[in-house]
């Protein structure tokens, strides 16, 4: 069999990882039903409460505002989340499998393996976030009038880029700590979580987790995607924010499959590739 | 060229805060291209710790590995395409089936989807795993035809050398037999350099060119079947492997497949 040229190839194993994935999410569509339901729940139970802090607390609160405020939020959140859980658990996913010593001997290259999961990472993330925005949409009176939803697409889109390379990097986690590795994501993931301002202004923040907020990709693309829908910003006032965002994450991105490589190095060296936690 | 090299290869593994496990002890063996070349040992010997190494899935602490003349770790990618490894695990995303996790694999190999289609029809085919076992998941297949996928995904890109980690471990017999009949064909039809790892002295017997019998991280012995059954003979009669085994470590074989490989 005649040996493919090195780029074509590359791309083969790149959609390789894709299409598997793809595969696996059918094979799991009992689960994939059931996280579903259980985002769209959650999503909605927050939404709720911009309608209820308005009958709460009087006429001075403009229910759909916060409605529409809380929505935005927890849906940017849903989506930049999927992406870190994707990419950051490959690992792990694979040393459960019992598969990860098969991918890794493969002669694709880690940089591959990476993107491709990364691909599908996104294009998952966009389909389930816009099956739970459409869902949402059934359940209250969204004003969308005076939105920049071109603006909020390209804040989505360099958001993805930053959550791909906190994904890849603590994707590192796994590899180096095969028992202890998953937990450390899901509490980098809880930080994120509480210091981007999903539901509340990073302003309500005590001094110390405000700083921390700075560092959190998260912040920005919330922040931005409000900015464009509730406010209707387009891309004149948020090209700065925009450009140092997405810099931020091609860096992260690089820094992370560096940081990749050499836990791979380690994982090789200690024996830890194999074992499973 | 030797198919496989080995010279001074030493492994260890930190245990615990102080200790450490020797898993490989100065270990050397040339493999010529097209050979059956067999390592024998009990659980726990090194054997899944040079079959990982040269596979390019571990780093040795000290010594040379080249398989076709590339260096297992400054030339990896050059290695890994020219090596697989099957193991005694079935390294396959359980819900899917075996056209799936055939497709992802050979697309990792660089073979587009269509083609790896036809060739992993044409090998199960082959193989004789039934059609419609084809799209049902991993899961549902029985360990014997879990490792004839296994054998099928190695052999969708032929490779130069071909790793076998404990292949037949937990097969009943006839399943075992019909991998090594497997093994026997591949190689005769593709050419194709095995390097087995097994502790059934019998499979070692039957189907290696040559062994080589590990034993705490070193080997104290290497030859043919033939030769080393010779060297333990007595009074003209034909010694076993498990007579070779015993006189060259001084213990009795214990095949216990319990036990966690090293």
């Known amino acids: 069999m005649r040996a493919p040229r090195p780029f074509r190839r590359e791309l083969i194993a790149t959609w390789g990882f894709v299409a598997r994935n793809i595969h696996l999410t059918k094979r799991y569509w009992g689960w994939e039903l059931v996280w579903f339901v259980y985002s769209l729940t959650s999503s909605l139970a927050v939404a709720y409460i911009g309608l209820g802090t308005e009958r709460l607390s009087g006429p001075g609160v403009d229910g759909n505002y916060l409605t529409l ?16 859980y994707v990419i950051s658990e490959m690992v792990a996913w694979e040393r459960w499998e019992g598969t990860i010593e098969y991918t890794f001997m493969a002669p694709s290259s880690r940089l591959t393996h990476l993107v491709g999961t990364s691909l599908f990472a996104v294009v998952y993330g966009v389909a389930r976030t816009l099956l739970i925005l459409a869902a949402a949409a059934l359940f209250f009176d969204l004003n969308l009038v005076g939105a920049d939803l071109g603006a909020a697409t390209l804040w989505l889109f360099v958001g993805s880029i930053s959550f791909t390379g906190f994904g890849i990097l603590a994707a590192v986690m796994p590899l180096l700590f095969p028992e202890r590795g998953v ?6 993931a809880a930080l994120l979580l509480l210091i981007s301002g999903v539901y509340y202004p990073v302003e309500v923040l005590p001094g110390w987790l405000q700083f ?13 995607m409000r900015g464009a829908i509730l406010e209707g910003r387009g891309l004149g006032d948020a090209a700065r924010p925009l450009v140092l965002l997405f810099l931020g994450g091609l860096a992260m991105i690089v820094f992370g499959t560096w940081a990749f490589s050499l836990a791979e190095r380690y994982a090789k060296r200690t024996g830890r590739l194999k074992r499973s936690g | 060229m030797d198919a496989l090299s080995i010279k001074g290869l030493k492994k260890r593994f930190l245990k615990g805060r102080k200790g450490e496990v020797r898993a490989l002890w100065g270990i050397g063996l040339r493999v010529a291209p097209g050979e059956i070349y067999g390592v024998l040992g009990p659980n726990g010997s090194g054997k899944s710790t040079l079959v990982r190494i040269v596979a390019t899935l571990l780093l040795p602490d000290a010594g040379e590995v080249r398989v076709f003349g590339y260096d297992v770790v400054r030339e990896a990618r050059k290695v890994r395409e020219l090596i697989h490894r099957v193991s005694t695990e079935a390294a396959f995303f359980k819900k899917l089936s075996p056209m799936e996790n055939l497709l992802y694999g050979a697309r990792l190999y660089g073979i587009p989807g269509r083609i790896a289609a036809r060739r992993a029809r044409e090998l199960f085919s082959r193989l004789g795993l039934p059609p419609e076992r084809v799209g049902k998941p991993m899961e549902q297949l029985s360990r014997g035809q879990q490792q004839k996928v296994a054998i099928a995904r190695a052999f969708l890109h032929p490779p130069r050398l071909l790793l076998l980690d404990e292949p037949t471990t937990g097969l009943d017999p006839r399943s075992k037999r019909e991998v090594q009949e497997l093994i026997l064909e591949l190689r005769e039809r593709e050419g194709t350099t095995v390097f087995l790892t097994t502790h059934d002295m019998d ?15 070193r080997i104290v012995a290497q030859g043919t ?21 015993f006189a060259v470590t001084g213990k009795e074989w214990r095949d216990d497949e319990s036990t966690e490989a090293v």
């Not at chain 2, 499979?203 to 991280?217: H, K, N």
């Not at chain 2, 079947?225 to 085994?245: H, I, Q, Y």
């Open chain 2, 225 to 245: 079947p033939a030769a080393l059954k010779a060297r333990v003979s007595r009074d003209g009669a034909e010694a076993t492997m498990e007579e070779v085994f």
């Open chain 1, 212 to 224: 921390l907020a700075r560092v959190s990709p998260a912040t920005y693309v919330i922040r931005g």
């Open chain 1, 183 to 188: 937990q450390m994501t899901n509490v980098v």
């Open chain 2, 203 to 217: 499979e070692a017997d039957r189907i290696c060119d040559r062994v080589a019998i590990l034993d705490e991280g």
């Open chain 1, 69 to 84: 405020y809380l929505l935005v939020g927890t849906l940017v959140w849903s989506y930049l989340s999927q992406i870190f």
